[in-house]
């Protein structure tokens, strides 16, 4: 019950934000949010099952590239564009997953590392196609039957708030279900869960699929979004983020990636008007992170509640 | 029809034979203790009969069913549980969680992602009742892997019994316990089913010849000897074994 109360209060705040914020804090917030749906995506897999997807970037920018590209080249259709992203990013997971999920831990990193990779190549040398290292410039937001239209920042931000409801809600069902807790199982003894009964190989490879539909579901939004998308969204640097974001927030906990995912799109953007190496911030983040907070952030304020209470 | 029966197995590790030709019948509901010293094979067979490991020959016949290659949630589902020699519990849930898993694992809804399980009352009453019948209720939101050594060889057992399993297989569920605790887990053995086809993996003999109806001793992979409890402690070869004799 407390935490429906909160996540009603957060909702309210979040609908109530835009009165508030300049067009362009308005417009940060939109990537947090979007940013959020891929980090709670990749959690299922990290921090839900244990399984340590080093490419998750792939299913956010083959969604991204699918949608840019329909957009662009064939027909600003939501209606079409939008499922058929998440048609391709959940089609690339279920087929990495059959690769993927026959290795275990370092190897399972390695595997996914190299899938994605397979991606980004693609995306990076197949010009005619993708444009290459410019990537798809002017991708066009949707044209939707509604009063609004989403070029502006206020209604495509409770465009996005939307989705990011919605995947909310339907993710913390998710981990909450017979399935869900199976996860967690998995997570933590896979032998013991085999013993139990499960098809251990049947829930990890959904669970990676899901994962997929939700970082397309980030993807598409992003590139609606940003109306442009290069290669780098299919990178390990990206996919490294994403990862970081889950490790910050706390892995495992349903909204702490979202968090993590604010706070490294809001440093991003601080820090990146100040030096160009970005990815070192990242890197310090990470070591800090690992040695002060290792449950993130919601470990640290779980922390400090309990300690209060004791 | 047999519970369980073992035919002709053998399995080696690399050129290592861990089981030489193994035959075993377990009829339903029989109690039945395998011994032998450190080496013989006992784990490996376990291993086997549970599917973690493919038998470099031989069968297993799961209640009149072949399960040779079936994979080890499917063994479990058609009604075998194991207990662990080294703990495999869940050490970051909770002891109530850890049994809903269990309870879970054999549920139709296992696989159910649409609704939360609280939804699904009737894993938790079950859950409850079997925390309740085996005496750890007060214990159920203690975090599994702070229990004391005893009390988490009494989840495990937990654990196993949840599915309501046909046949069960204990790997030395006394081992490492102190007297008091090993009396109180085979004080919960003497009061599972009489339905439950047990076999027991024992290096305590008078534990297991207490619990058990039959003994097969296993030495360097083969079946050295089996009978009734009386004939186990009068063979010689047996003596041999365990309390070395001259001719030995």
Do not use: C
């Amino acid at each position: 019950m407390k935490t429906r109360a909160a996540g009603g209060a957060a909702l309210l705040v979040l609908i109530a934000l835009p009165a508030f914020l300049s067009s362009y804090q308005l417009s940060l917030l939109t990537k947090m949010l979007i940013f959020g749906i891929f980090a709670m995506s990749l959690d299922l897999l990290l921090g839900y099952t244990g399984l340590p997807s080093l490419g998750h970037a792939a299913y956010f920018g083959v969604a991204a590239y699918t949608v840019g590209l329909l957009a662009l080249r064939v027909t600003n259709n939501f209606w079409l564009d939008f499922p058929a992203g998440l048609l391709m990013a959940t089609g690339v997971s279920a087929l990495f997953g059959l690769f993927a999920l026959r290795a275990r831990g370092s190897y399972f990193l390695m595997i996914t590392l190299a899938l994605g990779q397979v991606l980004w190549g693609i995306a990076f040398g197949w010009r005619s196609l993708t444009g290459g290292d410019d990537g798809l410039p002017s991708v066009p937001r949707p044209q939707l039957p509604l009063p609004w239209a989403l070029t502006d920042g206020v209604p495509f931000y409770y465009f996005v708030l939307a989705f990011f409801a919605v995947a909310v809600l339907v993710l913390s069902v998710i981990v909450r279900s017979p399935f869900g807790r199976a996860l967690v199982g998995i997570r933590e003894s896979e032998r013991r869960m085999e013993v139990l009964g499960y098809d251990v190989w049947r829930y990890k490879y959904v669970a990676f699929i899901l994962a997929g539909l939700f970082a397309g579901v980030a993807g598409n939004l992003f590139v609606y979004f940003n109306g442009f998308v290069s290669p780098s969204y299919l990178n390990i640097v990206f996919s490294a983020s994403a990862l970081l974001m889950v490790i910050l927030g706390g892995a495992g906990t349903l909204l702490g990636p979202a968090l993590g995912a604010a706070v490294i799109v809001f440093l991003e953007n601080l820090i990146s008007a100040y030096m160009e190496r970005w990815v070192l911030v990242l890197g310090v983040i990470y070591v800090l992170v690992t040695l002060f907070a290792p449950h993130g952030l919601v470990g640290l304020v779980r922390a400090r509640l309990g300690a209060e209470r004791a | 029809m047999t519970a369980l029966e073992v035919e002709r197995l053998s399995h080696s590790f690399g050129g290592l034979a861990a089981l030489r030709d193994v035959n075993l019948a377990v009829a339903p509901g029989e109690r039945l203790a395998i011994i032998g010293p450190n080496g013989a094979g006992k784990t490996t067979l376990f291993n086997i009969v549970t599917g973690v490991f493919r038998p470099s020959s031989g069968r297993i016949r799961l209640l009149g069913q072949d399960v040779t290659r079936l994979p080890p949630h499917r063994r479990a589902q058609l009604g075998l549980a194991r207990t662990f020699q080294i703990t495999t519990l869940f050490p970051k849930l909770t002891v109530l969680e850890s049994v809903l898993l269990a309870v879970q694992g054999l549920d139709p809804v296992r696989f159910a992602l649409h609704r939360p399980r609280e939804h699904y009352r009737h894993l938790l009453e079950r859950a409850q009742s079997l925390l309740a019948e085996w005496g750890l209720a007060d214990r159920r939101h203690a975090v599994t892997g702070q229990l004391s050594y005893g009390e988490q060889r009494q989840v495990e057992l937990i654990l196993a019994l949840a599915g309501d399993p046909k046949v069960l297989l204990l790997d030395e569920p006394t081992a490492g316990l102190s007297p008091a605790e090993t009396a109180s887990v085979a004080q919960m053995v003497r009061r599972f089913s009489r339905d439950t086809t047990i076999l027991l993996i024992e290096h305590d003999m008078d534990v297991a010849l207490e619990l058990v109806d039959r003994v097969t001793v296993l030495f360097q992979g083969r079946v050295l000897a089996e009978g009734s409890k009386d004939e186990i402690r009068s063979n010689p070869d047996v003596a041999a074994i365990y309390f070395g004799t001259d001719d030995a």
